[in-house]
């Protein structure tokens, strides 16, 4: 086995489907746009290209940055911030919501998080990418690997919640993904300032995000 | 952790949700400190009929939406769940038993055994009397089966105590009970076999 082989298949692992982690249950607003005709089978790929590049580039890697990085105090406190960074009290919730279920997730599969992450989720405060970052630096995983586990769930995700939506096929999202591999590596390998803050940018699956929930199959 | 997490199953409409309402009066009158956890398929249908119902304060009641997956989240991810009564327990201390309701699937449908100790599925008459027949994990594998409706069994031509008895036999003797959910029938002994079978209480 060479020394490398280890992360990989860690890295395989926990971004697999079949991990449990209630990211399954999220849309992070696909199905609302679906609903509103701002996305439809043929731009599904364009869709999830640009949630790479606003909301995971601009927040989730940022955020989940500051997860991996920090400890005790300081990765509570980072929880604060990125608390504070999110305007809209629904994204809030469930961003909190899913973190949650990582945080269940990580106790049943004993995966001992750091006492920050802890105690922010006790204030209610433990934000899904901030725990995902400490979550894969407790597994073994380095930074660079992190993020790319993180930006690969994102599109694997978007893409699941699409086929259960009855908008996309199996076949013609793995098709997809094959064509967003290049940017997943592109983006991911973009390793944030360790003074970078998320941007409070507002795309428009943040307006999505913020319809009522009636009708809604997902969390999000 | 100290709560019993019992999972309730079965098809959409088999009656539930109809078994929580009635169960929850015979709980209260017994004193086991309860909480619901619903997996409405839309929604929070199936909580806001709970909540309003009384029996139980609102806050004792949450939803977990199912992202179109009423299976997976009580089988291959059940963490959404897992959280949920993982928050319930830290705010109720002394809470007895969680009950988690399914969204309604098919007869395939089973609890994983990472979230509830114990788990019943719901079918009715009124899905016909071949049902047992079908088998299905849910059917075999509950810890208890209940076959809810027996009051339409005239209704739908179904011979009800044959119904039993082959539900009985396919589940190789395990506990097969009859209700009228909607009469509060039968319920009492649901209740009964919970508390002799997991909260010995
Ligand atoms: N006749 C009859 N109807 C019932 C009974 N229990 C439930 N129902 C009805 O069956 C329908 C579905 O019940 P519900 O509890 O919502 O089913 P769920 O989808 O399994 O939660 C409702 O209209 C209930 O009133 C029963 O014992 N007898
Ligand atoms: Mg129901």
Not at chain 1, 99 to 108: K, T, V, Y
Not at chain 1, 159 to 180: E, K, P
Not at chain 2, 175 to 201: N, Q, S
Request: aromatic share 6%; hydrophobic share 45%; charged share 25%.
């Amino acid at each position: 086995m060479s020394a490398d082989s280890l992360p990989v298949i860690r890295a395989m692992q926990l971004a697999d489907s079949g991990f449990p982690s209630g990211v399954f249950a999220f849309s992070w607003g696909l199905e609302s746009a679906l609903a509103d005709g701002q996305v439809d089978r043929h731009s599904l790929c364009d869709w999830v290209a640009t949630e790479l590049r606003t909301r995971w580039h601009g927040f989730d890697r940022v955020a989940l940055a500051g997860g991996h990085r920090l400890s005790g105090a300081a990765l509570a406190a980072w929880c604060e911030t990125i608390d504070t960074m999110m305007p809209v009290e629904r994204l809030r919730r469930d961003s909190v919501q899913a973190g949650e279920a990582l945080f269940a997730s990580a106790r049943a599969v004993r995966i001992a998080l750091d006492p920050g992450a802890t105690e922010a989720e006790r204030a209610g405060t433990g934000h899904f990418p901030v725990v995902h970052g400490d979550f894969l630096r407790a597994c073994g995983l380095d930074l660079p690997t992190a993020l790319m586990t993180s930006a690969y769930g994102m599109a694997r995700g978007a893409f699941s919640a699409a086929v259960r939506l009855g908008v996309s096929g199996a076949i013609a999202t793995q098709r997809d993904l094959l064509t967003l591999a290049p940017l997943l590596a592109e983006l991911s390998a973009d390793i944030p300032d360790d003074d970078a803050l998320p941007s409070g940018f507002m795309p428009l699956s943040d307006i999505a995000l913020m319809r009522p929930r009636d009708g809604r199959l997902f969390i999000n | 952790m100290t709560a019993a997490r019992v999972g309730i199953g079965g098809p959409v409409g088999s009656g539930k949700t109809a078994l929580i309402e009635a169960m929850l009066r015979e709980l209260a009158e017994a004193g086991i400190d309860t909480a619901v956890i619903t997996n409405d398929l839309v929604t929070d249908e199936d909580a806001e009929r709970l909540r309003k119902g009384g029996q139980l304060p609102p806050e004792r009641v949450r939803a977990v939406q199912a992202g179109a997956c009423p299976h997976t989240v009580i089988r291959e991810d059940p963490t959404l769940n897992m959280a949920a009564a993982d928050r319930l327990e830290a705010e109720f201390p002394g809470l007895d038993l969680i009950l988690l309701e399914s969204g309604g699937d098919n007869l395939a449908s089973t609890f994983s055994p990472d979230l509830v100790d114990f788990w019943m599925f719901v079918i009715d008459v009124a899905g016909g009397d071949d049902i047992p027949r079908k088998k299905g994990p849910g059917i075999l594998q509950a810890n208890l089966l209940v076959i809810n409706k027996a009051d339409l069994a005239p209704h739908v031509g179904v011979d009800f105590p044959k119904m039993l008895a082959e539900a009985t036999e396919v589940r190789g003797g395990g506990a097969v009970l009859p209700t009228v959910c909607r009469k509060g029938e039968g319920v009492a002994e649901v209740v009964g076999h919970l508390r002799r079978e997991v909260l010995f209480k």
